[in-house]
C-alpha cells in the first residue's frame, strides 16, 4: 500500500519515512505543501500523513484541496498543537485522524493501519491478482495456487508494485526509486538480486511464469489471464 508523508520537519519525515517502508509500505516524502497536494492530486495513495504547519500553503488547504477534487483518500493529521478547535477544524474539513507530537511510532503505526482498514472500498480492494497469484495487502500475505509464499519487506514492495502496474514494463530506474528510494546505479546489482530471489519464490514452481526481463528495458509482470 502506498503513504504520502506532508511533513517539512526532516528529522520527523525521515523518521516517518524509514519506519513505514520497515514496516512494508510504499512512501513518497514531500516536504512542502504545495508538493504535497500536487503529488495528493497526481497519483492514488492509499493514506497522507499531513502536517499543519507546512511551507507553501498549510495541511488544512492541502486537505481541502484533496477533497474539492472528490478523493477519498484517508487523511492523519499531525501537529504539534494540541488544541480542541484545531481538531475539530480538521475533522469538519474531512479528515480521518488527528495525532499530536511528540507521539510513539507504535501509536501512528497502529492508527495507519485503522485509517488503511476503514479506508477499504470493498474486500477486492484489498487484494491485488493475476492468474493464481494473490497478495493480501491488509494481512501483508502472498499465495500462489492457494500456497503461502514468504516474501521480505521488500520484495513484498516489489511485487506490490509490479501487480499494480501489471502489463507494464518497468524501468530499473522507477524501481529503484519507488521500492528503495534511490536513484538508479548502474553499477549495483540489488534489483537484479531482489527480482531473481521473486522470481524463484513466485515462479520456479509455477505455471504459468508471470515475472518476466525485457532486454535493456525493465522487468514486467503478465496476467495470461488479460493477454
Known amino acids: 500500500m502506498k503513504i504520502l508523508i506532508v511533513e517539512d520537519e526532516p528529522k520527523t519525515g525521515d523518521y516517518l519515512k524509514q519506519g513505514l517502508a520497515e514496516a512494508g509500505f510504499m512512501v513518497d516524502l514531500v516536504r512542502d505543501g504545495r508538493d504535497g497536494l500536487h503529488h495528493a492530486l497526481a497519483e492514488a495513495y492509499d493514506l497522507a500523513i499531513l502536517d499543519v504547519m507546512l511551507p507553501g ?15 477519498d483518500t484517508p487523511v492523519l493529521f499531525l501537529t504539534a498543537r494540541d488544541h480542541v478547535d484545531e481538531r475539530v477544524k480538521g475533522l469538519e474539513l474531512g479528515a480521518d485522524d488527528y495525532l499530536v507530537k511528540p507521539f510513539a511510532f507504535s501509536e501512528l503505526l497502529a492508527r495507519v493501519r485503522t485509517l488503511l482498514r476503514r479506508g477499504a472500498k470493498t474486500v477486492a480492494a484489498e487484494f491485488l491478482r493475476a492468474a493464481d497469484l494473490e497478495l493480501d495487502l491488509m494481512r501483508r500475505r502472498v499465495t500462489r495456487a492457494g500456497r503461502r509464499i514468504d516474501l521480505t519487506a521488500k520484495e513484498f514492495a516489489l511485487l506490490e508494485l509490479l501487480l499494480r502496474r501489471q502489463g507494464e514494463v518497468l524501468p530499473r530506474s522507477l524501481i529503484a526509486s519507488q521500492v528503495w528510494d534511490m536513484n538508479f546505479d548502474s553499477d549495483t546489482n540489488v534489483i537484479e538480486v531482489a527480482m531473481r ?16 526481463t525485457v532486454r535493456g528495458m525493465g522487468y514486467v509482470l503478465e496476467n495470461p489471464d488479460c493477454v
Open 57 to 71: 500553503i498549510d495541511g488544512w488547504a492541502v486537505l481541502q484541496g484533496i477533497r474539492k477534487a472528490g478523493k
Open 197 to 212: 530471489r521473486l522470481r524463484v519464490k513466485l515462479d520456479d514452481n509455477f505455471e504459468p511464469k508471470l515475472i518476466r
